[in-house]
């Protein structure tokens, strides 16, 4: 059965720190690896990965995948208080398949 | 990327009564799912809404009590039928968008209460 596992489950830091994510799975015939940011109701998507070792950035963030150790990282630099939400981890394996989630992070940022 | 709409975006039902939750995409996707997300947890996914027969559902999830419309490749329909106050939760449309659904993105979600 395929399974992500995220750590921490919450996260409480002060505006300017920077915060690492945790995301492990096991997955059979693994495809990609996807981060969301959830803070309302609907998950906004921030990156897809695919490839050991290339990173994905945008502004503060950036992710990062191992495919041999079997987890990623989302990193936050600089945070603000517009950071505060649940990020989803979630992986996709091959075929016409919806992803799998795990529990998420739950980070607040506070001033 | 693609544009998904939900309707409602909120309601609150009384026991017993059901409700028709709409999701429309702006472009032909071939796959759409349906999520429950209850209060702090995380998504668990309802079924697969396929287009032009039966929707696959997850276990604990059954046809009678989330029955699955799919009429075409841009909209789908979920009823949660029943209600009890355990069904209170956001429910979520989501959709794949590239081959194998690589890609995938959410509708804003329907919030419901029941009480």
């Known amino acids: 059965e395929d399974k992500v596992v995220q750590s921490p489950l919450s996260l409480v830091v002060h505006e300017g720190d920077t915060v690492t994510l945790n995301c492990s799975y096991e997955v059979t015939n693994f495809r990609s690896l996807l981060w969301y940011k959830q803070e309302k109701k609907a998950p906004t998507f921030l990156f897809m990965l695919t490839s050991s070792g290339i990173e994905k950035k945008s502004g503060r963030l950036s992710s990062i995948l191992d495919k041999k150790e079997l987890f990623s990282i989302l990193n936050i630099t600089a945070t603000q208080t517009g950071d505060s939400a649940i990020y989803l981890c979630?992986?996709?394996?091959?075929?016409?398949?919806?992803?799998?989630f795990g529990k998420g992070t739950r980070l607040s940022v506070i001033a | 990327s693609a544009v998904i709409s939900q309707k409602p975006s909120r309601d609150i039902c009384q026991r017993g009564t059901s409700l028709t939750i709409q999701c429309q995409v702006d472009?032909?996707?071939?796959?759409m799912f349906w999520y429950r997300q209850q209060p702090g947890q995380s998504l668990t996914l309802i079924a697969t809404a396929n287009q032009g027969s039966e929707a696959t559902y997850e276990s604990g999830f059954v046809i009678d009590k989330f029955p699955i419309s799919r009429p075409n490749l841009t909209f789908s329909t979920l009823t949660v039928s029943n209600m009890s106050p355990e069904d209170s939760s956001i429910y979520l449309c989501?959709?794949?968008?590239?081959?194998?659904?690589?890609?995938?993105?959410f509708g804003p979600g329907t919030r419901l209460t029941v009480t």
């Open positions: 979630a992986v996709k394996n091959s075929g016409n398949t919806p992803l799998v």
């Open positions: 472009s032909q996707v071939t796959m």
């Open positions: 989501s959709v794949g968008v590239t081959q194998g659904g690589n890609e995938q993105y």
